[in-house]
Structure formats: structure tokens, C-alpha cells
């Protein structure tokens, strides 16, 4: 079964302590991406990966990073979070061979920074 | 920069009724336009996928456009049930890469009464 997984699903944290989001797809998908959802502002890309060791900034990256040493994990890290980080994340990806193709998203990571 | 935007931005209606939902984007240049659904703090599922070349899919109760020279989509559902209650979300795939390989509306949250 085609699966993005996301873990933690759930994490409160506290401000400052370093922590990492996995992610994890079984298409051989090219392109990953994380996104941030908050009430009233929608989906907003964070980082994207185009392949392996390629990653580029989305529309709001300050406070994050990510790495993509493999192709099918894609993990999101917060260095030093801070209460404005507080926000549903999904990754996402798709195949960029066939440019038709759909986007598959993980069912989301809630984050609650204190 | 493609920018989607989704009208209304919320809808209730009783059971049993059409309802149409907008999608409008400002480039037309798209490889494809998906609409997606996403039920509260759930990941998002894809409902349609809608090729540039084409004009309409449909999958059961729901028929999704595309009228890509205008830059709209809607997305009709027929017969609407209280299971139908839930945001709806559009997205584009731009052949332009402005950093962004999916832009999303805001979305739609749909209420059906029963």
C-alpha cells in the first residue's frame, strides 16, 4: 500500500530542545516535501526535495532544516524550537517522472512548543 | 508567483442538495489541478486529479473542472451528505518552478446538515 508515515503524530515539546520529525514513503517517490498548517493561513511549504543530497527552501524555512540522504526518508529538524513553531506539519511526495501524478501526504504531525 | 485562491470559504448546507465549490488560480501554466479533501486534524486524500489537457474528471458523486485559459476549477458534488462535511482543498502543479511544486487554495470548509 502506497504510504507516507509520519512520527511523532503527537509531541509536546519544550522551547529550545532540539527535535526531529520522520518521514518516510514506499513509492520511490523523487519529490518530498514538508508543509505547516495553521488556521486562517492554509498550507505553507517549509522545504522540498527533488531527490536524493537536493533540497531547497519552501515559502517559510526559518527554524527548520532538513536532509535527505536517502530517497525515501526525509526527516524535518527543529534546532531550537520556539513557541511560534506550534502547528499541524505534513510531509508529502510525488513522483516526478510523469509530471501528472498525484501527491500523497502522511496524515500530519502535531507539534506543541511550550 | 501562482497564487490559489477558494471561494466561499465556508458552506453549510442541508442534506441532499448540488453544491459547487470554487477553485481560481493566476497562471495558467499547470501540468495539473487536484482537488483534495481533509477532515479535521486528518492528512489530506486526493478526490480528482485534472490533467491540463483535460476539461473534467469524475469519481462517483463528484465532477471536478478545469477551465485552464481562466485559471478556475470547480468542484461539484451531488447529492451531499453529512459524510461529505469537511474542507476541500485545491491545488495546482505550476510548469513554472517558482520554488513551489504544488501551490494550494485556502480550501473550503464544507457543513452538511442532516
Known amino acids: 500500500e502506497a504510504q507516507v508515515t509520519q512520527n511523532p503524530r503527537y509531541l509536546i515539546t519544550v522551547t529550545g530542545k532540539k527535535l526531529t520529525v520522520t518521514c518516510s514513503q514506499n513509492?520511490?517517490?523523487?519529490?518530498m516535501s514538508w508543509y505547516r498548517q495553521d488556521p486562517g493561513l492554509g498550507l505553507r511549504q517549509i522545504y522540498y526535495?527533488?531527490?536524493?543530497?537536493?533540497?531547497d527552501k519552501g515559502d517559510v524555512p526559518e527554524g527548520y532544516k532538513v536532509s535527505r540522504k536517502e530517497k525515501r526518508n526525509f526527516p524535518l529538524i527543529l534546532e531550537s524550537p520556539s513557541p511560534n513553531q506550534t502547528s499541524l506539519y505534513f510531509c508529502?511526495?510525488?513522483?516526478?517522472?510523469?509530471?501528472?501524478?498525484?501527491?500523497?501526504f502522511g496524515e500530519g504531525s502535531w507539534l506543541t512548543v511550550v | 508567483k501562482q497564487e490559489v485562491t477558494q471561494i466561499p470559504a465556508a458552506l453549510s448546507v442541508p442534506e441532499g442538495e448540488n453544491l459547487v465549490l470554487n477553485c481560481s488560480f493566476t497562471?495558467?501554466?499547470?501540468?495539473?489541478l487536484q482537488w483534495f479533501r481533509q477532515d479535521p486534524g486528518k492528512g489530506l486524500t486526493s478526490l480528482l486529479l485534472?490533467?491540463?489537457?483535460?476539461r473534467e474528471q469524475t469519481s462517483g458523486r463528484l465532477n471536478a473542472s478545469l477551465d485552464k485559459s481562466s485559471g478556475r476549477s470547480t468542484l461539484y458534488i451531488a447529492a451531499s451528505q453529512p459524510g461529505d462535511s469537511a474542507t476541500y482543498l485545491c491545488?495546482?502543479?505550476?510548469?513554472?518552478?517558482?520554488?513551489?511544486?504544488?501551490?494550494f487554495g485556502p480550501g473550503t470548509r464544507l457543513s452538511v446538515l442532516p
Open positions: 508529502a511526495s510525488s513522483s516526478l517522472l510523469g509530471l501528472g501524478n498525484t501527491i500523497y
Open positions: 513509492m520511490n517517490h523523487e519529490y
Open positions: 526535495s527533488m531527490n536524493v543530497e537536493v533540497t
Open positions: 497562471d495558467s501554466a499547470i501540468y495539473n
Open positions: 485534472i490533467q491540463s489537457s483535460q
Open positions: 491545488a495546482v502543479r505550476p510548469i513554472k518552478n517558482y520554488g513551489q511544486n504544488f501551490v
